[in-house]
């Protein structure tokens, strides 16, 4: 059975950092591209960013790019996602997701393109 575990989530003030982890479990995690997405209040679910089988490459919504970075640790089946400089519009709740490395695609960008979900973390940014 696949399990994705995220923590780290927390209330913070503006400007100040956290540090998301996403444990998985139960697929070969060395083989399967990772992606963060986040749901703010009423509206709808946007990716972060994601990151290859490998984590050379990565990908970044625009609105993160510069204070989030993402990186795995394969052999400890773990990702992770470091948000610098957080702003009271990152309040959302933060979910990792896995999907298998086809060999084609370095990263993927649509929540409908991977199979596997955590169950979230909450990130409350005040100002």
């Known amino acids: 059975q696949v399990h994705l575990v995220e923590s780290g989530g927390g209330l913070v003030q503006a400007g100040d950092s956290l540090r998301l982890s996403c444990a998985v479990s139960?697929?070969?995690?060395?083989?399967?591209?990772m992606g963060w997405f986040r749901q703010a209040p009423g509206k709808e679910l946007e990716i972060v960013g994601s990151?290859?089988?490998?984590?050379?490459?990565?990908y970044y919504e625009d609105s993160v790019k510069g204070r989030f970075a993402i990186s795995r640790d394969n052999s400890q089946s773990t990702t992770y996602l470091q948000m610098n400089g957080l702003k009271a519009e990152d309040t959302a709740v933060y979910y990792c997701?896995?999907?298998?490395?086809?060999?084609?695609?370095?990263?993927?960008?649509?929540?409908?393109?991977?199979?596997?979900w955590g169950q979230g973390t909450q990130v409350t940014v005040s100002s």
């Open positions: 139960g697929l070969t995690f060395s083989r399967h591209i």
């Open positions: 997701a896995a999907q298998w490395y086809n060999g084609v695609y370095l990263y993927y960008t649509r929540s409908d393109e991977y199979e596997y």
């Open positions: 990151i290859s089988w490998n984590g050379e490459n990565q």
